[in-house]
């Protein structure tokens, strides 16, 4: 296995058929536990595969028809939708502590260094996603890249803490994150933003930008670090381990069902739908009403009533929508990591193209108004088929994605002491 070493980092070679390596990208360190030696490769291969599998998940919503001939939600919607972006979310926390110290959580000097990383990384996605939203129409996609770098920014808070209090931060937010949110933006008379992101949103009203990012945006910081505060938390713990893994896949399924349950006794028992139509009588029409509760918000739900935090619906980011989904992202992640003990190299078509998504999901969003004129099926395969196939060319000579290069290359060039390393092509070792 070819190794390229940097000052806290390991690169390792791609991945390729009958291979058991690692596939490469931020997640790998040095500061690898003794007992997790002999599955790191797998490890990896199962948290790239669960990111491959939220890239999907986000093609799909992008490219599939919401509702059916009959007016139902379809199966593509019914999985992905919500889901996908904050199975990103958590495995963006998961990333954030390879990259940090691993299962040691850096304080002082060590946590000052640790957070250039997600600081540069942070900034760069804000400029690609402010670039994007500027050609990709809200209708069309909902980019997210924005929020997602206010989201590793603000996360180099959490580095020095460690797993349970991470795991104790991140579930206990998801609570009360919601009500602090719904409360400021009551205050504040916050309205959803009608567009993406942009640089020239942010020159034009730099206020309104950031109160979009971080309160009543599609993806609001302020209640989205709890997706990445549990990913961080994972990260910490010893995932190679089969009973950390089988602990993942048990309480991510305990989390889903328990919060299932919860919302079905809220509507059946205390009908919060009928309560919630009793305060927004008069100024909501039926038609907004149903829409809500049916498809779910652009990232929250009106102010106009506590009992809107009851509910459990796609991207509304209230404490049901956010327990729900974390829920299901971290039984996922266990899922794809007990898969890749067993299958290894095998998930590398998920594998791959998990290894190099930034890359992938921008390539992503410039399809989408190239290819829509084709029927949603059709779309969301020629895409699905297209960026697999970048990813498995580009992987059998390059380390990462171009983008994630240029990502690696910049957070190297600014992190003091870290020794520089040469972007070898695959036919160059």
């Known amino acids: ?18 291979s058991d390596v690692p596939i490469p990208h931020d997640c790998v360190t040095e500061a690898v536990d003794p007992p997790e030696r002999s599955t790191s490769g797998s490890r990896l291969i199962g948290i790239d595969a669960a990111r491959g599998l939220a890239l999907i998940g986000m093609v799909a919503v992008h490219t599939v028809a919401p509702d059916t001939a009959d007016g139902d939600v379809t199966a593509a919607w019914q999985l992905a939708s919500g889901n996908a972006a904050a199975l990103f979310a958590v495995i963006g926390g998961v990333g954030l502590a390879f990259v940090s110290g ?15 990383g997600p600081v540069v990384r942070g900034l760069v996605l804000i400029l690609v ?21 206010v989201l590793f920014i603000a996360s180099t808070l959490l580095l020095p803490l460690r797993t349970r209090a991470l795991l104790a931060f991140g579930l206990g937010w998801a609570v009360l994150g919601p009500v602090v ?29 950031l109160e979009a990012l971080t309160l009543g ?15 961080l938390g994972l990260g910490r713990a010893a995932l190679g381990s089969r009973r950390v893994v089988a602990r993942l896949v048990a309480g991510g399924a305990a989390l889903t069902v328990a919060v299932t349950a919860l919302s079905w006794f809220l509507v059946e028992v205390v009908d919060v739908w009928g309560r919630i139509a009793q305060d927004v009588q008069g100024h909501m029409s039926l038609d907004d009403f149903t829409d809500a509760l049916m498809w779910g918000g652009d990232g929250t739900l009106p102010t106009d009533s506590w009992w809107w935090l ?18 299901l992202a971290v039984l996922v992640l266990g899922l794809m990591l007990a898969l890749s003990h067993s299958f290894g190299a095998r998930l590398r078509v998920l594998a791959v193209p998990g290894s190099m998504t930034l890359t992938l999901y921008c390539a992503h969003l410039l399809l989408i108004e190239p290819l829509g004129d084709l029927p949603g099926e059709w779309h969301f395969a020629t895409q699905i088929l ?17 983008l994630e290069w240029m990502m690696w ?3 190297k060039a600014v992190t003091p002491g870290a020794r520089r390393a040469r972007y070898v092509p695959r036919h160059a070792r």
Not at 217 to 231: K, N, Q
């Open 217 to 231: 945006g599609f993806y609001p910081a302020l209640t989205w670090i709890a997706y990445l505060a549990v990913g």
């Open 181 to 209: 949110g719904h409360a400021i933006r009551a205050a504040l008379g916050t309205t959803p933003p009608a567009a993406n992101f942009t640089l020239g949103a942010v020159a034009a009203d730099p206020l309104g930008s």
């Open 409 to 411: 290359r910049l957070t």
């Open 386 to 402: 297209l960026l697999t196939a970048f990813a498995l060319v580009w992987n059998r000579r390059f380390r990462r994605g171009p």
């Open 310 to 327: 009851t509910v459990d619906a796609r991207h509304t980011a209230t404490p049901l929508d956010l327990l729900h989904t974390i829920g």
């Open 129 to 149: 996603g402010g670039l994007l939203g500027a050609v990709v129409l809200a209708d069309d996609a909902k980019v997210i890249l924005a929020y997602y770098g």
């Open 102 to 116: 691993r299962t040691v959580a850096p304080r002082g000097a060590a946590w000052a260094r640790a957070a250039i």
């Open 1 to 18: 296995m070819s190794t390229v070493a940097t000052t806290g980092v390991r690169t390792e070679a791609p991945l390729h058929a009958g």
